[in-house]
């Protein structure tokens, strides 16, 4: 099992930018590619980001390419998100996961935590 747990949502401005945190506990962190999800109301669940298992590819959705990055520590079994020049379409809860793969499809992730806020006003 791996438990996960994000932080580090809010309400911002259009242009602003936030970072998102996501701690990983139980099983090997550093076996798992990490990746974010967000869902806005009344629209699925998307890919965002995602980082393999040493940290080496990552993967990104084409509507924040150049405005978000993840990145992961293992000292602290955490993997962040760092978005900029956030814009109001980001608006959504977004979700860390674990995965045995670098993956952009939900099917491929085993664990995900409970999400996290992020609003962005025009």
């Known amino acids: 099992q791996v438990q996960l747990v994000e932080s580090g949502g809010g309400l911002v401005q259009a242009g602003d930018s936030l970072r998102l945190s996501c701690v990983a506990s139980?099983?090997?962190?550093?076996?798992?590619?990490m990746g974010w999800f967000r869902q806005a109301p009344g629209k699925e669940r998307e890919f965002v980001a995602a980082i393999n298992w040493n940290g080496m590819n990552t993967n990104y959705a084409d509507s924040v390419k150049g405005r978000f990055t993840t990145s992961r520590s293992y000292a602290s079994n955490t993997v962040y998100l760092q978005m900029n020049s956030l814009k109001p379409e980001d608006t959504a809860v977004y979700y860390c996961a674990a995965a045995p793969m670098l993956s952009s499809l939900r099917a491929t992730y085993d664990y995900w935590g409970q999400g996290t806020q992020v609003t962005v006003s025009s």
């Open positions: 139980g099983r090997t962190f550093n076996r798992y590619a």
